[in-house]
C-alpha cells in the first residue's frame, strides 16, 4: 500500500483548503483510511476517518463540523476539506490506512503517506 498525501499549504483563518491522498497498491474495501496531523512538540492526533466501503465517517471533536472527510471511490482517493480553520489546525498532516474498525489510534493504523504542512495564520 502506498499512500501520498497533498494539498498543504499556507492558508488564513477562516479560509479554507483541501487535502487529498492518492492511494495505490490494492482495492480498499476492507480499510479505514484516516487523516491525522501532528504539531510541533506534539504527540500525532486523529482528525477524521472513513470507512472505504460505504463512506461511513468518523471525526475528532475539535474538528466537527468544520472539516469534511470524503472518498472517491473510483480515483482510490481521499480528501480532507478544511473549512474555517483556526491557528490551532497548524500541522503537518498525515494520511494513513488501516484493516478493520475505524479507531482514532494512531499505532493501530499500518500505512502512512509522508505528510503535507498545513500552517494558519490568523
Known amino acids: 500500500v502506498q499512500l501520498q498525501a497533498s494539498g498543504g499549504g499556507s492558508v488564513q483563518a477562516g479560509g479554507s483548503l483541501r487535502l487529498s491522498c492518492a492511494a495505490s497498491?490494492?482495492?480498499?474495501?476492507?480499510?479505514?483510511m484516516g487523516w491525522f496531523r501532528q504539531a510541533p512538540g506534539k504527540e500525532r492526533e486523529f482528525v477524521a476517518s472513513i470507512r472505504w466501503f460505504d463512506s461511513s465517517t468518523y471525526y475528532a471533536d475539535s474538528v466537527k463540523g468544520r472539516f469534511t472527510i470524503s472518498r472517491d471511490y473510483a480515483k482510490n482517493a481521499m480528501y480532507l476539506q478544511t473549512n474555517s480553520p483556526n491557528p490551532e489546525d497548524t500541522a503537518v498532516y498525515y494520511c494513513?490506512?488501516?484493516?478493520?474498525?475505524?479507531?482514532?489510534?494512531?499505532?493501530?493504523?499500518?500505512?502512512w503517506g509522508q505528510g503535507t504542512q498545513v500552517t494558519v495564520s490568523s
Open positions: 497498491g490494492r482495492t480498499f474495501d476492507l480499510y479505514v
Open positions: 494513513a490506512a488501516k484493516l478493520g474498525v475505524p479507531t482514532g489510534i494512531p499505532f493501530e493504523y499500518e500505512y
